[in-house]
C-alpha cells in the first residue's frame, strides 16, 4: 500500500474518529452476516471501532440458521407476511418445539459471535482488543397474539428496552450483545423478527446511527445502481415502490427498519453489505461512504455553531491561517466567540463556516468565511452569506463589511462594493493591520 495514501486517509478520518467517540451504534447483524466469510472482517472492524471509543450495541439475527435447524429437525412452520409494528416482514408461527430448536440456534451463534471477539492472536487486526461482549435479558417481549385468526404462539413483539441496564455496560465499555429472543415478566421466551429488534433498541436508547447489513451495497433504484443518500420522505415512497413490484424481501426489511428508527429518535439510518470487505469503515470514515444513507435531518445542515464545534472549525481555518488568508483564532477565542458562528455540517463534519460580528449599531463585519476544499464551488459559501445578511437584518444592522486578501471579485459579485480603511468602524479601524493590507468591501443591507 502506497503510505501516502495511507497517511492522507488516516488524517482525513480524523474528524470522524473525534465526532463518534462516546456516541451510540446499534449494529444489525442478519444471520445471513454471521454465516458468510467476510464475517471475521467484520468483527475486525466493529473492534477497532469499539477502540476509538464508539459505545456499540450488536443485535444479531438467525433467519437462515434457525430455516436450517427446523428442516433438519422435520418440523414444518408457517413464515407469514405481516406488518410487525411499522415493518413487513416474514413472520414465523412459534410453537413450543419450534422455539426449543431457535433458542438452541441464538445460543450456538452467541458463543460463535463471542468467539469471534475474543481472538487474540499476535498476527490478527484484534491483538491486545480485550473485547468484552455482554448478553442480557435486556427486551421485553409479549405476545404478537391472534392476528386475523391466526395464533402466532410464543412468536412475541418488543414491549420494553432495558435501556438502563443497557448503558451501564456501554459505561463500562462493553459490547452489548442481542439477539431476536425477548422475555416476558412471566418467565416465558418469545421469538422476534431481528428487524424489530435492532429498530426498538435503537430507538430506545436514541443512537446516533442505526447500522444495518444486508446483502447489497446499500439500497438499490430500479436501475440496481445505489442510492447514497435519500431522505424519509424519499425512502417512504421508494418502500411502497418495492412493495407493490417485489412484496417482501431483505432489502425492503432494511430499508423499512431504518426509516423506522429515523422516524423517530435515531440521527441516521445506514444500510451497507456485509460481503464488502471494509464497508463499515470506509461508509463511516469517509465522506460519501460506500452504502446508503437514511435520515430524518437534511444530509448538509447549515445551523448556529455550537461550543462542540470548535474543534471542527479549527481544522477547517487553520489551513487557511498558515497561508495568511485568514486571521489566526486560538481555541480559546473561539470558544468565547462561537455564538457568532453559524457552520454547514455534512455527516457529523465541518465543511463551512463564517461569522457575524456586530461593531456598532449599524455595522457588522462578516468574518472567517471558509469551505473545505473537496466542498468549494457548490454554493455553500453563498448559503452562508445569506444567513450571515439575514441574521444582520434581524438584528438592526443597515451595513455588512468584510476585510480579504483573496477573492475579491466573489464579494463583487455578491453586492459588495470596494471600499477604504476610512469608512471601518472606528473600533475596527484603530485595529487595522496595515501589514496585511486587507481590501475592504462594503455592503448595504
Request: glycine share 8%; net charge negative.
Amino acid at each position: 500500500m502506497d503510505s501516502k495514501l495511507y497517511v492522507n486517509w488516516f488524517r482525513h478520518s480524523s474528524p470522524y474518529i473525534n465526532a463518534y467517540r462516546g456516541k451510540v451504534f446499534v449494529i444489525l447483524l442478519p444471520g445471513e452476516a454471521l454465516a458468510h466469510d467476510n464475517f471475521w472482517n467484520i468483527a475486525h472492524d466493529i473492534t477497532l471501532l469499539n477502540s476509538l471509543g464508539v459505545r456499540l450495541v450488536l443485535v444479531h439475527g438467525a433467519r437462515p440458521q434457525i430455516g436450517k435447524a427446523l428442516q433438519q429437525a422435520g418440523i414444518e412452520t408457517e413464515l407469514l407476511d405481516k406488518v410487525t409494528g411499522q415493518l413487513h416482514s416474514s413472520v414465523r408461527v412459534t410453537d413450543a418445539d419450534t422455539l426449543e430448536i431457535i433458542k438452541q440456534v441464538v445460543g450456538k451463534l452467541r458463543i460463535d459471535i463471542e468467539a469471534a471477539f475474543s481472538m487474540g492472536l499476535v498476527n490478527s487486526p484484534m491483538h491486545g482488543a480485550d473485547i468484552t461482549l455482554t448478553s442480557g435479558n435486556f427486551v421485553m417481549a409479549k405476545p404478537f397474539g391472534i392476528q386475523n385468526g391466526i395464533d402466532y404462539g410464543l412468536t412475541g413483539e418488543v414491549r420494553k428496552v432495558e435501556t438502563d441496564a443497557i448503558r451501564k455496560q456501554l459505561d463500562i465499555g462493553n459490547i452489548v450483545l442481542m439477539s431476536n429472543l425477548g422475555y416476558s415478566a412471566t418467565g416465558e421466551v418469545f421469538s422476534m423478527t431481528v428487524e424489530e429488534v435492532a429498530s426498538a433498541v435503537a430507538i430506545a436508547l436514541k443512537a446516533d446511527k442505526l447500522l444495518i447489513y444486508g446483502n447489497e451495497a446499500g439500497i438499490l433504484d430500479k436501475d440496481g445502481e445505489r442510492i447514497s443518500k435519500m431522505s424519509a420522505e424519499e425512502a417512504q415512497a421508494l418502500i411502497r415502490e418495492k412493495i407493490s413490484a417485489n412484496g417482501i424481501d431483505e432489502e425492503l426489511r432494511n430499508l423499512e427498519v431504518g426509516v423506522k428508527a429515523c422516524s423517530a429518535t435515531v440521527k441516521r439510518s445506514q444500510v451497507i453489505s456485509y460481503e464488502d470487505d471494509g464497508a463499515l469503515l470506509i461508509e463511516l470514515f469517509t465522506r460519501d461512504g460506500i452504502g446508503t444513507l437514511i435520515t430524518q435531518e437534511m444530509y448538509e445542515q447549515l445551523r448556529q455553531a455550537y461550543i462542540n464545534d470548535v474543534g471542527g472549525i479549527l481544522e477547517l481555518i487553520e489551513p487557511l491561517e498558515e497561508a495568511g488568508i485568514l486571521v489566526h483564532r486560538s481555541r480559546e477565542l473561539l470558544e468565547s466567540e462561537i455564538e457568532r458562528f453559524f457552520v454547514i455540517e455534512r455527516e457529523g463534519m465541518i465543511i463551512a463556516c463564517g461569522a457575524l460580528y456586530p461593531q456598532d449599531d449599524k455595522s457588522g463585519e462578516l468574518a472567517c468565511l471558509a469551505t473545505h476544499p473537496q466542498y468549494q464551488n457548490g454554493g455553500r459559501a453563498e448559503h452562508l452569506l445569506e444567513q450571515i445578511e439575514s441574521s444582520a437584518k434581524k438584528q438592526g444592522l443597515m451595513n455588512l463589511f468584510v476585510l480579504t486578501t483573496k477573492s475579491p471579485h466573489w464579494f463583487l459579485e455578491r453586492g459588495f462594493a470596494l471600499s477604504n480603511v476610512e469608512a471601518l468602524p472606528e473600533t475596527k479601524k484603530a485595529l487595522y493591520n496595515y501589514q496585511r493590507n486587507s481590501k475592504v468591501f462594503l455592503k448595504t443591507l
